[in-house]
């Protein structure tokens, strides 16, 4: 089991940079891909971003390309998700979420952790 607690959320005005962490507990969190989804009010919660567990491979929503970098330090048991040229679509509530499976997971429904979210509300 791993449980995953997010920090780094707040205000910001467009334009700016936030960066998300995520702190995961147990021993095997370099066997997990680790993902980034977000959810606005009233709408489902959707992919953002993901890092393989090597750090190998990364894979990004079309919306947040070019602009968000996620990044990993295994021996920090430590996700991260910089978000640079913020917008304010970009407000939601982030979670970081952690999952076993060998194949990428679009489908929240389909991941086995996740964290309680951090609030990232961008003001224009």
């Known amino acids: 089991q791993v449980q995953l607690v997010e920090s780094g959320g707040g205000l910001v005005q467009a334009g700016g940079s936030l960066r998300l962490s995520c702190a995961a507990s147990g021993r095997t969190f370099s066997t997990y891909r680790m993902y980034w989804f977000r959810q606005a009010p009233g709408t489902e919660r959707g992919f953002v971003a993901a890092i393989s567990r090597s750090s190998a491979t990364t894979y990004y929503a079309d919306s947040v390309k070019g602009r968000f970098t996620i990044s990993r330090d295994n021996a920090k048991n430590t996700v991260y998700l910089q978000m640079n040229s913020l917008k304010p679509e970009d407000t939601a509530l982030y979670y970081c979420?952690?999952?076993?499976?060998?194949?990428?997971?679009?489908?929240?429904?389909?991941?086995?952790?996740w964290g309680q979210g951090t609030q990232v509300t961008v003001s224009s």
């Open positions: 979420a952690a999952d076993g499976a060998s194949a990428l997971r679009y489908d929240p429904m389909r991941i086995d952790y």
